[in-house]
T-cell receptor, first 112, second 112 residues
Framework: GEDVEQSLFLSVREGDSSVINCTYT??????LYWYKQEPGAGLQLLTYIFSNMDMKQDQRLTVLLNKKDKHLSLRIADTQTGDSAIYFCAETPWGQGGKLIFGQGTELSVKP | EAGVTQSPTHLIKTRGQQATLRCSPISGHTSVYWYQQALGLGLQFLLW???????NRGNFPPRFSGRQFPNYSSELNVNALELEDSALYLC???????????FGQGTRLTVV
């Protein structure tokens, strides 16, 4: 089946690192994504990783993929108050085009 | 270059009415996806259109339907509206082999 799970809340201090975790069940996932949603806004693609990679770094963002455990994480270095948002993990099942299966979203709160 | 545009931004309907939501993909994108983001239910895949054809649909009743026009824009129609149809409806279009999905700002549908 296709299921993606995330913890619902994370609170960090400004300047600390944030780590948002995600688990998924579909072993046929091709790509895994992290999206950001600010209040009242649509979804902004932050980064994605192909399922045969185990790490991807993009400026302050680091994505780690453990395919054996079906675990994905997003690390945000030097977290800023502007990073406060809801972060969604998503995967695309193989053979279903670009259909995205989303987690419930993790609300990141950054305190000054 | 314009992103994915959706109209209207807000829509208020009464129970039993029909709602029509519109989406224009990024120029050159032929695939359009619709998602429902309802409170407490997360982001759920609704429909996928590509080259004018419906390619896949999520677990939604037949009163949710749509179409894609020759210019690749798309309409989502919801008939016989129910209170639980109140949600943010997001449209996305896809770029490239990495299946990178770009989202519009959404239409907030409120059923009263």
């Amino acid at each position: 089946g296709e299921d993606v799970e995330q913890s619902l809340f994370l609170s960090v201090r400004e300047g600390d690192s944030s780590v948002i975790n995600c688990t998924y069940t579909d072993s046929s996932s091709t790509y895994l994504y992290w999206y950001k949603q600010e209040p009242g806004a649509g979804l902004q693609l932050l980064t994605y990783i192909f399922s045969n990679m185990d790490m991807k770094q993009d400026q302050r963002l680091t994505v780690l993929l453990n395919k054996k455990d079906k675990h994905l994480s997003l690390r945000i270095a030097d977290t800023q108050t502007g990073d406060s948002a809801i972060y969604f993990c998503a995967e695309t099942p193989w053979g279903q085009g670009g259909k995205l299966i989303f987690g419930q979203g993790t609300e990141l709160s950054v305190k000054p | 270059e314009a992103g994915v545009t959706q109209s209207p931004t807000h829509l208020i309907k009464t129970r039993g009415q029909q709602a029509t939501l519109r989406c224009s993909p990024i120029s050159g994108h032929t695939s359009v996806y619709w998602y429902q983001q309802a409170l407490g239910l997360g982001l759920q895949f609704l429909l996928w259109y590509d080259e004018g054809e419906e390619r896949n649909r999520g677990n939604f009743p037949p009163r949710f339907s749509g179409r894609q026009f020759p210019n690749y824009s798309s309409e989502l129609n919801v008939n016989a509206l129910e209170l639980e149809d109140s949600a943010l409806y997001l449209c996305a279009s896809i770029a490239g082999a990495e299946l990178e999905a770009f989202f519009g700002q959404g239409t907030r549908l409120t059923v009263v």
